[in-house]
């Protein structure tokens, strides 16, 4: 079952972030029924502004909370980010658009390899190889989202360098992916993400 986290833009301007496994109806609940948030209900309509696919509903409710606790304008440039991708799918024609585009779309609480980020940009086995350099230029161009920790190796290994060796261990824990004393994911094939 899949969950959602969501944000919604309410009539005052104001954004509302929950989680739900069941988006549309959960869209409708806000807008019309009784069994809405008080918020919404007094600052309908509200509009559907983000989701975000997660694993499961544990996942799903830190992801929640993280989202709750920025401020104002980091919504609003993650809100931004995803509409900018939605808008370029059928524009994307570079190799390295479409690398930057399928590390974006990594659900919360699962990882992909290099492969097969390569892969799904139209890329062979050589190209994996240039995932990290492409990622690298896009995250100093100003692509802040890119989540590089849920990218690893193709034996489930990730990659923890000293300098952010802290930082990476506190992001998988966050979203639930266990990591054992040989840098290795536990559950790797369970939370492996498959492109379509």
């Given at each position: 079952m899949?969950?959602f986290?969501y944000?919604l833009?309410?009539?005052?301007?104001?954004l509302?972030?929950?989680s739900?496994?069941n988006?549309q109806?959960?869209l409708?609940e806000?807008n019309?029924?009784k069994?809405?948030?008080?918020?919404?209900?007094i600052?309908?309509p509200?509009?559907?502004?983000?989701?975000?696919?997660?694993?499961?509903?544990?996942?799903a409710?830190?992801?929640?909370?993280?989202?709750?606790?920025?401020e104002?304008?980091?919504?609003?440039?993650?809100i931004?980010?995803k509409?900018?991708i939605?808008?370029?799918?059928?524009?994307?024609?570079?190799?390295?658009?479409?690398?930057?585009r399928?590390?974006l779309?990594i659900?919360?609480g699962r990882v992909?390899?290099?492969?097969?980020?390569?892969w799904?940009a139209?890329?062979g086995?050589?190209s994996?190889q240039?995932?990290?350099?492409?990622?690298?230029?896009?995250f100093e161009q100003?692509?802040?989202?890119?989540?590089?920790?849920?990218?690893?190796?193709?034996?489930?290994h990730?990659w923890l360098?000293?300098k952010?060796?802290k930082e990476?261990?506190?992001?998988y824990?966050?979203?639930g992916?266990e990591i054992?004393?040989?840098?290795?994911i536990?559950n790797?094939r369970?939370i492996?993400?498959?492109?379509?």
């Open positions: 899949s969950v986290v944000i833009e309410c009539a005052d301007t104001t509302y972030i929950g739900t496994n988006l109806k959960r409708k806000h019309t029924s069994r809405g948030a008080h918020y919404t209900k600052r309908r509200v509009t559907l502004v983000y989701s975000e696919k997660c694993s499961n509903l544990s996942n409710r830190r992801r929640e909370a993280e989202i709750k606790s920025w104002r304008g980091k919504k609003l440039a993650l931004k980010m509409k900018n939605r808008s370029s799918v059928k524009t994307v024609t570079t190799f390295s658009e479409r690398v930057v399928a590390a779309s659900p919360c992909t390899t290099y492969g097969r980020i390569a799904s139209g890329g086995a050589m994996a240039s995932i990290t350099n492409i990622l690298g230029k896009a100003g692509e802040m989202f890119i989540p590089f920790h849920r990218i690893v190796y193709a034996d489930g990730v360098s000293p952010r060796r990476r261990l506190e992001l824990k966050k979203e992916i054992d004393e040989k840098g290795k536990k790797f369970d492996l993400f498959e492109f379509d």
